[in-house]
């Protein structure tokens, strides 16, 4: 025990001086005092971008259960920062990256984000996928004053001055998918999720604006993440009889549920599914059973909107490509281009002052889903909802669609059903 | 009736692959003491196994039965390169082969991740197992049905082979005294091989009936190997009787425990139940009777 001990904290001194040589070493011109009237950061920054290049940092899980999903939006990232470079860079300095492993480990997270921003000194970080994942990397980022862009669709009730989201907030996923619904006229609706944080708020607004738009919730049933079989929850949805069933589990988890669905004789066209999971990545392992079933996301690859030909062409060419697009991969690409936007509206890498340049003016980018304005305040971008359904080719036919972008609101502050004292609780839940 | 019939029949089809996920288990945890931590990536090699025969065989319903035997065969091969590479070494060592095994389990997981595509591969499931089969009412799934058939003949095959064949005898013989099998000319060595090959050839043909469960991909082994282990310690270490009440048990509990409950409830219930029973009595539901001294 002792000698681990010691061995430990001899490496934690070995660390601490490395840092500080870092810090000396990075003499140049630093972030921090490009901008020093911008606001004073906290901790000194140490990212150099003297030369002719910036650092980023990509923290995505290419090891452990996540990998099958944030391999992909690791892919995408190195594909937005070679495309950015070859067009110049961002202020004229070329992207340089720094891959690093979450390994499905929220601690591991947390000492990447530490190591990204006191060691290699990068100017932004981008990745994550699980809720636990960014909750992990959260306080580290804001107390070393650096920048997060997270891409993927979450449950809300959080901002932070250090993180950007750019997947949909409950209010631009959740919302329209329960709007889609009523104006289907569903009456009975069976609430099916993976037992953390995201189904358990998700469903928390459901049901709140299920009373309101008079739908009937008959069952709610959770089942854990690395959990495949859903026999008996599925049993217990047959005997309530729903016309609908709202979908927020994810993972491989679905594919038992979708299996489990099937084989108890449900049908799409008499029971059919909403997820907010499933896009055109997962669709595939799921096979024929998948088929004529619904999600709600704000991005298709079937769009024909914006700039999504060319994101679809690039991808398809692009080295260890999947050959499909999704959701949570476009929000990435967006992640990228908002942050070039972001530095370029500010001149500046600084954190306070690419904040600033957030708040001053809106930042826009001609994203595939359509030209996306970022709110400076809540750090969420404003995106279309649609509702797809899954063909034959496991491809999404869009079936619905917002009348216009939706603002995002991640307390739903706008929402007269939703009331404060849920919110709070929530939000206190969530952590 | 719908609620004690629907609980009573899925919950016996998850003991059912519960006890396909541990067969194999109570052959080279149970007879040879090795804790294999990578018995859930075999069974992940015997579904990718379904699905390139799938690839193979495009008719689903030809492709699952000829995917039995070849999933048994390569995770077989699997489980015969891991003994004679690593396990061979570390015999009466179980703490070792524990942490080699997480070890190797966790290389299978990656390569699985690196050669097929992230998300996992759908398996198809046979037209012959589209449909349910009414019993007092209730709906049952007929894949469920075929999960329980495939059970019963693994173990019925298993316990034959094991009874009436010479290798099942040269098996059991160096289970209960190896220093006195190989004076008699048994080579044990090879006996061990041969063990390690039938329980990993197991966990593929375990991992067959998993890909028509959930998902196929580089993560599904994971869930199975902790169940399989504690049913095969319910048990009670090297018996196959003990393996086959102890999984049945624990699927109707969690089946029933979800039905009360919920998902998440059901498998924490479980497993305290196993926990408590496992402290009342140690050695398992059945016990061998043995004079050896190892």
């Known amino acids: 025990m002792s000698s681990t001990s010691k061995r430990k904290r001899a490496l934690v001194a070995t660390g601490a001086i490395a ?128 920048l997060f862009f997270y891409p993927v669709q979450y449950e809300g009730l959080e901002s932070s001055p250090n993180i950007y989201y750019t997947g949909a907030t409950t209010n631009q996923q959740i919302i329209p998918a329960m709007d889609f619904l009523a104006a289907q006229g ?93 896009a055109e990545e997962e669709a595939p392992a799921m096979g024929h059973e998948v088929t004529g079933q619904y999600a709600s996301w704000n991005y298709f690859q079937s769009l024909k909107t914006g700039t999504n030909p060319k994101f679809i062409e690039s991808w398809k ?27 370029e509206a500010a001149g500046s890498f600084d954190v306070d002052a690419v904040n600033a340049a957030a708040k001053a003016k809106p930042i826009t980018f ?37 009348d216009a972008f939706i603002e995002p609101d991640p307390y739903l502050e706008g929402y007269d059903w939703f009331p404060a004292d849920i919110r709070k609780q929530l939000t206190d839940a969530a952590g | 009736m719908d609620a004690l019939i629907a609980p009573l029949l899925n919950g016996s089809a998850q003991g059912a692959l519960l006890l396909l996920a541990a067969l194999g288990l109570s052959l080279t945890f149970g007879q040879m003491g090795v804790i294999n931590m990578a018995h859930g990536e075999f069974l992940m090699i015997g579904a990718f196994a379904a699905y390139l025969v799938q690839q193979v065989i495009t008719a689903s319903n030809l492709s699952i039965p000829v995917a039995l035997p070849v999933a048994f065969v390569v995770a077989g091969l699997f489980g015969l390169l891991l003994e004679v590479t690593i396990i061979r070494w570390m015999y009466r060592r179980p703490l070792d082969t524990l942490l080699v095994t997480v070890g190797v389990g966790l290389i299978l997981q990656q390569a699985a991740l690196q050669i097929f595509p992230s998300q996992g591969v759908p398996v198809e499931k046979p037209g012959w197992l589209d449909g349910q089969l009414t019993v007092l009412g209730y709906g049952w799934p007929l894949r469920q049905l075929f999960t329980i058939l495939l059970a019963t003949v693994c173990v019925a095959a298993l316990s034959a082979w094991l009874k009436y064949t010479p290798f099942g005898r040269r098996i059991r013989a160096t289970v209960a005294n190896r220093d006195l099998a190989e004076t008699t000319g048994i080579s044990t060595r090879g006996i061990d091989r041969l063990t390690f090959f039938v329980g990993s050839g197991l966990a593929g043909v375990a991992g067959v009936a998993a890909s028509l469960i959930g998902g196929t991909n580089s993560q599904m082994g994971a869930q199975y190997i902790i169940p399989a282990f504690l049913v095969v310690a319910a048990g009670g270490i090297g018996q196959l009787k003990g393996t086959i009440v102890a999984a049945w048990a624990v699927g109707v509990a969690l089946a029933f425990f979800a039905y009360w409950t919920t998902g998440s409830l059901a498998q924490v219930l479980a497993f305290i139940l196993v926990i408590v029973f496992l402290q009342l009595r140690p050695q398992g539901l059945f016990t061998v009777r043995t004079r050896s001294l190892a």
């Open chain 1, 317 to 343: 060419a692009y080295p260890n490509s999947s050959g499909v697009t999704s959701d949570p991969m476009e929000a990435a690409y967006i992640s990228m281009y908002l942050y070039k936007a972001l530095v």
């Open chain 1, 19 to 146: 840092t500080t040589m870092a810090l000396l070493a990075g003499c140049g011109a630093r972030a921090g005092d490009e901008a020093a009237g911008a606001g004073s950061s906290a901790a000194a920054s140490c990212v150099d971008t003297s030369g002719d290049s910036v650092k980023l940092g990509f923290l995505n899980s290419l090891t452990g259960g996540m990998a099958i999903s944030e391999k992909t939006v690791s892919n995408v990232l190195h594909m937005a920062a070679d495309e950015i470079n070859a067009g110049g860079g961002i202020l004229g300095k070329k992207i340089e990256y720094v891959q690093e492993d979450g390994a499905t480990d929220w601690p591991t997270f947390a000492e990447k984000t530490e190591k990204l921003l006191t060691q290699d000194c990068v100017a932004a970080i981008f990745g994550g996928w699980t809720s636990s994942s960014r909750k992990a990397v959260k306080p580290v980022v804001e107390k070393n004053n650096g």
């Open chain 1, 186 to 278: 569903v009456k009975r609706l069976f609430l099916a999720g993976s037992d953390y944080v995201f189904p358990r708020t998700a469903n928390a607004i459901i049901k709140l604006y299920a009373a309101k738009l008079g739908i009937q919730i008959v069952g709610e049933e959770y089942v854990p993440l690395d959990k495949d079989d859903w026999t008996s929850q599925v049993a217990k949805i047959v005997a309530a009889k729903p016309d609908f069933i709202f979908n927020t589990i994810n993972g491989s988890s679905n594919v038992g549920f979708i299996k489990a669905y099937y084989d108890a004789g449900l049908k799409a066209a008499t029971t059919p599914i909403i997820s907010v999971s499933i």
């Open chain 1, 366 to 402: 001609d994203a595939p889903e359509g030209k996306v304005t970022l709110d400076g305040d809540n750090h969420h971008i404003a995106k279309p909802g649609h509702i797809g359904k899954i063909n034959s080719s496991n491809q999404f036919d869009i079936v619905w669609a917002s």
